[in-house]
């Protein structure tokens, strides 16, 4: 079971690094981890999971925080109480994007960033972005609002970005009165 001591901190360098395509079919490995991060989000998500098992909560988690530096990641949005829709995304590429920005009133938090960080992230309100499936089938998806903030989020550390680099020092709220909070 993949533990929240096992995901690496921001002062690793390797999450610093721009993860390598991934080729198909999947490793065994990484057949494994997707499996261990799709049960760390869920189980995150779940008040007594996450207290029994002292779990940080998050919707979303690129391998290369648990030290694989592979192109893909995994979310888990809760739909309703307990009800998660899971999507596993390899090789992902932003195919498309609004023009309208928006960001996290509450901020954005991050399970590689062990602090809390004043500040918000602009973030495209919709985003178009394509992939592969587990299976290596080519796939679409269409996000907007949260599921989109996070897909960028994840997509952000493949290229070696962690959200903490796109919020300006010296004026971190600027963007309370410009763009539009979620």
Known sequence: MLRTNDILDEKDKRLRQVSNEVIFPLTKEDKLAIKKMIKYLKNSQ????????????????????????????????????????EYIIINPKILSHSEELIYSSTGEGCLSVNKEVDGFVP????VTISGFNELGAKIEIRAREELAIVFQHEIDHLNGV????????????KYQDTIRPI
């Open 162 to 173: 962690l959200f903490i680099d796109k919020i300006d020092l010296h004026n971190p709220f």
């Open 123 to 126: 973030r495209y309100a919709r």
């Open 46 to 85: 779940i008040e007594k999971l996450a207290i029994k098992y002292n779990l940080r909560p998050g919707m979303g988690l690129a391998a290369c925080q648990i030290g694989i530096n592979k192109r893909y990641f995994v979310v888990v949005h809760e739909q309703e109480n307990n009800a998660f829709k």
